[in-house]
């Protein structure tokens, strides 16, 4: 056998870093995840986060997918004013790619991932996906007096999935200190967890406007973070919506029974082999 | 004059240390696969098993380098008389995969198993070998009644509410079909899983297997190839390491390979890695990932 440990050489060249955008000071924010063209959900979202007494509200990616009429959330968030990054779906729709990158390993969950990646990019206007491929990778801020990064997937790759049976604390310890930011927020998986390491260090996943989070319940998720005694406090607050009115739309687009049924149960019948054992134990599918 | 020596493999760095694998069955396992990567079997002692305390070492080392998951495989790691303190030691640190071929599992060991899994805040994963959906098809490459058997295994985790994931090679012809992987599925559902899970993976010309079908053809090469960031990602050795009774290897197939031994610590390991073995070949060419 040849020596198989000659290093160094032709290695790939490193990921280029994502744009990154700072912000300023806040005390008290809201963090949307992957809004999934649930136009009715973000509307009740931006209310609640209002009603709540945000300074800010952040969107984390993923505008489309899944829901109907893909363009009216990016009007309302547009129209807003609202601060984003690029999730997948914006990096995918901007660049022209043939699939949404969403990472799934799986034939059945692609197939149905194919479908929503088509319908989103049939139906997002050209001027919209320019806007898209102006967003940034990563927004920086502060609340209170932490620092705070925000990325769609983790910091590190734009479709990692951090789910919370898999985000153990020693790997949350070194993504803080390799990212020098006390606080990660993040969305790409659809369900809302965090794990503080002590009071104001760890990782927020602020959960998916978009679909249920697989629980037998019709409502979304968004996380408030706050400034609260020289640490952060976590609130997941829950998104009540007209979730009839969004399945009805759904079907009038003809988008998959699956993802309507979704909607109606708040049981996830679609990405579900990219379910971690006790991710997937939670749901019926 | 220095004549520059021109690059013949592509090299994969190793951009984090997210997946710890332990060979803590070392080779040796209850049964003798016909299409085994590594021959394990009930003699095969080129690998030993691993102690609680040699585990534990590690773990403390792969605590302080941020790793994300730990896979414990084998031979069959229910051999190892240590097994659950083992697993217990490492979920309390980040989520497990084990690597098994079931049939050691009695209920008794899935009730603990399911305990395990409750106790943490980090998932368990039960991986269970099968190699085909009758004994016909898996029988001849996983030994005389071995499929009766598996099947009992499985069952046993379904009812203390554990749910494996199904783990088929390509030895199963078809299984990488959709007409296959659809056939697997209503399987599973009829042997009561009723979220099956199931993963297909290539073979490996290696080990036992070079035997049953054949070993790897010069054209079965990275040689000359280069990856891209994204190829190299999709690589088990751009992020993970394998400790073994013999030192750390830089994945979980090339155990074999005194030239894939990387050193005795996980820091001696963490530089990158030319991809002369054919084995680099099925990872890069078939998209194999050993990852759950």
Partial sequence: MPDLKLGGRRAPAPAPEPQTVEMGGYRRVAFLGGVYSNHLALREALRIARSRGVDAVFALGDFGAFGPHPDRTVEILRGEGIPAIQGNYEESLASGAADCHCGYTDPRDNHFAQISYDYTRENTAAEHKRWMGTLPGHIRLTIGEKRVLLCHGSPRKINEFLWRSMTPAPFIRKLLRDFETDLVVCTHTGLPWSRLLEPG????????????????RTNVWLAVVEAEGGGLRVDPVRVDYDHERLAREMEAERLPPEFVETIRTGWWTSCLEILPAKERAQGRY | ??????????????????????????????????????????????????????????????????????????????????????????????????LTNGLLLKPESAWRLRRLSDGSDYSLDLRISIDGWDAATNDPVRGAGTFDRILVGIRNLAEAGLNPVITVTEACEGAATAEGRTRFLAFLRAIGLTQPRLKVMPLLRLGAESGRTRAYESWESLRGETLTRDEAEALVCSSGRMVTSKGVYVCPILIDFPEARMGTALAETLGGFELRHSACFTCHAQGLSCRT
């Fill in chain 1, 201 to 216: 260090r760890g990782v927020v996943n602020c959960g998916a406007l978009g679909r249920p989070a697989n629980d037998g």
């Fill in chain 2, 1 to 98: 004059m220095s004549t520059a020596v021109a690059p013949d493999y592509p090299q994969a760095p190793l951009f984090a240390l997210d997946t710890l694998w332990f060979q803590v069955a070392g080779t040796l396992c209850n049964i003798q696969c016909a299409h085994c990567f590594i021959s394990s079997s009930p003699t095969n002692r080129s690998h030993e098993m691993l102690s609680l305390e040699h585990v534990k070492r590690f773990l403390a080392e792969g605590e302080a380098l941020g790793v994300k998951e730990y896979y414990f495989t084998g031979g069959e790691p229910f051999l190892n008389r240590e097994i659950f303190e083992i697993l217990e030691a490492a979920l309390a640190l980040g989520p497990v995969s084990v």
